[in-house]
């Protein structure tokens, strides 16, 4: 199994800060890497697919690099919408996608 | 509009069954593939089990495989989730999820990537007794 790691866990900002979040596979996984936002209560909201694509009606503040093993979530520059969970997810293997643990953004 | 709506979830004792429904809704439910996801409480997001738009390719994590059943009935834009020997540690939050494709043509061959761009709003089962 393909394991995905986030790091930070947790990250506290300020709005306007830039906010980087990063996530590591196992093993590569070339550029199928999704990022997904989560708020308290509510359903995840995809933001960017296959690493770097921005989901339709994403604001461009968000922003995502990496290929391979190596995975980046830019936030341009914070808005108070913003602060939420924020997960990865490799679709790699379509036969048992895995995510991130997850990393908390809090407002500082 | 396109929608997912679930239900089906609830108060369960530990060795029983439950069934999940998912209503699709606002799009040509029989050309997606389908999925469901689940959150324990407090919890990051667990991939549960996936279905092909024809239903010929199904996968399952391991931690529910041989207890859940996961189908769909294209007609009535319904996907399922059949829940069986419940556990614990089955307690969540479940949701449907989209499986959208976007094909990549580079340098003559294509490459396919898969993401869940329309989930439901959840619903939770709880296992207890």
């Known amino acids: 199994d393909i394991q995905m790691t986030q790091s930070p866990s947790s990250l506290s900002a300020s709005v306007g800060d830039r906010v980087t979040i990063t996530c590591r596979a196992s093993?590569?996984?070339?550029?199928?890497l999704n990022w997904y936002q989560q708020k308290p209560g509510k359903a995840p909201k995809l933001l960017i697919y296959a690493a770097s694509s921005l989901q339709s009606g994403v604001p461009s503040r968000f922003s995502g690099s990496g290929s391979g093993t190596d995975f980046t979530l830019t936030i341009s520059s914070l808005q108070p919408e913003d602060f939420a969970t924020y997960y990865c997810q490799q679709s790699y293997s379509t036969a048992g996608y895995t995510f991130g643990q997850g990393t908390k953004l809090e407002i500082k | 509009e396109v929608q997912l709506v679930e239900s089906g979830g609830g108060l369960v004792k530990p060795g029983g069954s439950l069934r999940l429904s998912c209503a699709a809704s606002g799009f040509t439910f029989s050309s997606y593939s389908m999925n469901w996801v689940r959150q324990a409480p407090g919890k990051g997001l667990e991939w549960v089990s996936s279905?092909?738009?024809?239903?010929?390719?199904?996968y399952y994590a391991d931690s529910v495989k041989g207890r859940f059943t996961i189908s769909r009935d294209n007609a009535k834009n319904s996907l399922y989730l059949q829940m069986n020997s419940l556990r614990a540690e089955d307690t969540a939050v479940y949701y449907c999820?989209?499986?959208?494709?976007?094909?990549?043509?580079?340098?003559?061959?294509?490459?396919?990537?898969?993401?869940?761009?329309?989930w439901g709003k959840g619903t939770t089962v709880t296992v207890s007794s």
């Open positions: 999820a989209r499986d959208r494709v976007w094909q990549q043509l580079v340098l003559g061959q294509y490459y396919y990537y898969y993401y869940m761009d329309v």
């Open positions: 093993q590569s996984i070339s550029s199928y």
């Open positions: 279905i092909s738009s024809s239903s010929s390719y199904i």
